[in-house]
């Protein structure tokens, strides 16, 4: 445990400087355009790596020491951020340049995410998955809470230099602490082996190991599902709060959301999400299409800020009791592999939705909500009322609807619902960086 909490703290500083970073980016590219198009393509780049390239990754993973791994990843992020900071100072920087940087900087993070959660379940005891995958999210509430604040006021009084600056030191020092650890290897199994031996057998492998368990399946459809419609509304999100307000009451409000993640992540951490760990991920995804649907209010920068606060309060524990579900079900050796193939097939859907999202606005749900639009003088327009920002309400409420119905057809699916109790848990034994056996009982189950 000593070992996660040093890798933990070394990722939660990288996890602040990136939020920095990635929010200032945000606003330079809106600011820059005044084009949510362009707002959402800088999300679409960031978001492409991580469904095309996840099942190489995985397989890399699994071929080498995930320490190793997370030290490259870090690396090619922070070199990533160190170009955009040499094109800005020398007055250099276009748009396509962030799209560019952002690919890399996620092509990067497709190898960090497998790598990172297959050490942890060497590291952590079984019984104790669902904390630890807390605390991994309260890195990612932190920079939520206070990076978009911080970087807004460092937007408008130092610049955005001083910012990337920042992140890149926040890279670097994580390098350090991976350098400073070791992480045990698993024990390789026959089957293990025999599929190792190509990366087309690897990524194959990824995907008959969870075809094979209906259960997961059925889950990771699910959450292809939640990342469909809520890609759908994130790149209208911050467009929309930078017409109602400034970069840096932008950042206050973001940071607002950010603190009901990172209440989620404590409660989720003390607690560790409930014993039936897939009511945790099918709870949390009523809870938020809930919210979602009151998008419908007027909008502002306090709705939006306390929706969102309420919203990001379940994100953990759906996010936390998935993620010790897949952990507990894996077996340690492969993990590489299959999380990567589960995170290709969790978000393939959102490319599809970042790219229908300004179409779906600009064309269908703006015009019909405007006076003299499709739907004023019925019912919908009555009570959602119309005009300026009522079509991306609407959305909203759409999609807070389309999530909450298949969440509730989600529990209607037995081979879903009973996934903790039909698939056993695995066994860990571990093995030293250099290979040699580490002999002893596995891991509470």
Request: avoid cysteine; proline fraction near 5%.
């Amino acid at each position: 445990m000593r070992t996660f909490y040093v890798i933990w703290f070394g990722q939660l500083i990288s996890t602040l400087g990136s939020g920095l970073t990635g929010f200032a980016l945000g606003v330079y590219v809106y600011e820059s355009t005044r084009s949510a198009t362009a707002f959402a393509l800088s999300i679409l780049a960031f978001t492409i790596p991580g469904v095309f390239f996840s099942p190489i990754a995985g397989a890399l993973v699994d071929r080498f020491p995930r320490r190793w791994m997370m030290i490259l990843s870090d690396t090619g992020a922070g070199l990533s951020s160190l170009a955009i900071f040499i094109l800005l100072l020398n007055g250099n920087l276009e748009i396509w340049h962030i799209y560019v940087a952002n690919f890399f900087a996620s092509l990067f993070n497709t190898f960090q995410w497998p790598a990172h959660s297959a050490a942890t379940t060497m590291l952590v005891p079984q019984e104790h998955l669902g904390r630890a995958g807390g605390m991994v999210q309260i890195g990612e509430a932190i920079s939520q809470l206070i990076s978009p604040a911080i970087a807004g006021a460092l937007f408008v009084t130092a610049g955005m230099q001083s910012i990337i600056l920042i992140d890149f030191a926040t890279f670097a020092f994580a390098v350090g602490t991976l350098l400073l650890v070791r992480i045990p290897e698993p024990v390789r199994s026959a089957e293990d082996q025999e599929s190792r031996r190509s990366i087309t057998k690897n990524i194959r492998f990824g995907f008959d190991y969870i075809r094979q368990r209906r259960g997961l399946f059925l889950l990771l459809m699910y959450f292809a599902s939640v990342n469909f419609f809520f890609s759908m509304v994130g790149p209208l999100l911050t467009p929309m709060m930078l017409e109602l307000g400034s970069a840096d009451e932008v950042g206050l409000a973001d940071s607002g959301i950010g603190l009901g993640m990172l209440i989620g992540t404590l409660i989720m951490s003390a607690w560790g999400g409930p014993k039936r760990r897939v009511f945790g991920v099918l709870g949390a995804g009523i809870w938020m299409s809930l919210m979602l649907m009151l998008m419908a209010g007027t909008p502002s920068l306090l709705l939006i800020g306390v929706i969102g606060f309420l919203l990001m309060l379940v994100m953990p524990m759906m996010n936390g009791s998935s993620q010790a579900l897949w952990q507990s079900k894996t077996d340690p050796d492969v993990q590489g592999r299959v999380f990567s193939v589960r995170r290709m097939l969790a978000q393939f859907t959102a490319p599809i939705a970042i790219l229908l999202s300004g179409p779906l606005v600009d064309k269908v749900f703006r015009p019909a909500m405007l006076e003299g639009g499709a739907l004023d003088n019925t019912f919908i327009g009555d009570i959602m009322g119309v005009g300026p920002g009522r079509g991306v309400a609407l959305l909203f409420v759409t999609v807070g609807l389309a999530q909450l119905l298949i969440t509730l057809f989600a529990l209607t699916r037995p081979r879903l619902r009973n996934v903790d109790a039909e698939i056993p848990d695995v066994q860990v034994h571990a093995q030293a960086e250099d290979g040699k056996v580490a002999e002893g009982e596995a891991a509470p189950a």
